[in-house]
């Protein structure tokens, strides 16, 4: 079993970066592949990024690819996600995901879910 807890949303102009975190509870974090994931009000939960169980292999949505970084530290059982040149289309609650198998961009494909951290651009 895996909990996860998001962080690190907030309101912000355009333009501007933000950088969510995710904490994982227990021991196996480095066993899962680690995604990001946005909903925003009335639309499906959408794909925006994932990371391998070592880190070195990560997979983005073309809506953020060059302005975003999915990173994880192991040791400290953290995945974050930076984006940056935020646009108003960005705004949506954002969700980490545990998955026990290799990369996948489907929601269905996930274990674990947090709560989500809300996300808010204004132009």
């Known amino acids: 079993q895996v909990q996860l807890t998001e962080s690190g949303g907030g309101s912000v102009q355009a333009g501007g970066s933000l950088r969510l975190s995710c904490v994982a509870s227990?021991?196996?974090?480095?066993?899962?592949?680690m995604g990001w994931f946005r909903q925003a009000p009335g639309k499906e939960r959408t794909f925006t990024a994932a990371?391998?169980?070592?880190?070195?292999?990560?997979y983005y949505a073309d809506f953020v690819k060059g302005r975003s970084t999915i990173s994880r530290d192991n040791a400290e059982n953290m995945a974050y996600l930076q984006i940056d040149s935020l646009k108003p289309e960005d705004t949506a609650v954002y969700y980490c995901?545990?998955?026990?198998?290799?990369?996948?961009?489907?929601?269905?494909?996930?274990?674990?879910w947090g709560q989500g951290t809300q996300v808010a651009v204004s132009s």
């Open positions: 995901a545990a998955r026990l198998r290799g990369l996948s961009d489907s929601p269905g494909q996930y274990d674990y």
């Open positions: 227990g021991n196996t974090f480095s066993s899962y592949a």
């Open positions: 990371i391998n169980w070592r880190g070195d292999t990560r």
